[in-house]
């Protein structure tokens, strides 16, 4: 399986910005799409981006968040504006739902990132 591992969490103020990544094992990123999800509490899809950089946003983020990827360095980032408290939970990235079940796109969850928005 290829390893993903989430960093660049911290805390920031309500309204401030923060950019978290996600580096892959393996070239993943050239053949499954990806995603970023939180834990609040349960696993909530946040963002998706295809192979060819089609992306998908939740309507609690659409217009704060964006999702990106650089497949040369095997990193998804997701840029996060405008914060808000409730934005705070842990992130994951993971392969997308629609290539979850590839046996090409078997990827292992990180550990995830935490981002805390504070008033």
């Known amino acids: 399986h290829v390893q993903l591992a989430e960093s660049g969490g911290g805390s920031v103020p309500a309204g401030g910005s923060l950019t978290i990544s996600c580096v892959a094992t393996?070239?993943?990123?050239?053949?499954?799409?990806m995603a970023w999800y939180r834990q609040a509490p349960l696993k909530e899809l946040v963002s998706t981006i295809t192979?060819?950089?089609?992306?998908t946003y939740s309507d609690a983020v659409k217009g704060r968040f964006t999702i990106s990827q650089d497949r040369a360095k095997n990193t998804l980032y997701l840029q996060m504006n405008s914060l808000k408290i409730e934005d705070t939970t842990t992130y994951y990235c993971?392969?997308?739902?629609?290539?979850?079940?590839?046996?090409?796109?078997?990827?292992?969850w990180g550990p995830g990132t935490q981002v805390t928005v504070s008033s």
């Open positions: 993971a392969v997308a739902p629609g290539d979850y079940s590839s046996p090409s796109c078997a990827a292992s």
């Open positions: 393996g070239k993943i990123l050239d053949r499954c799409g």
């Open positions: 192979v060819d950089g089609t992306t």
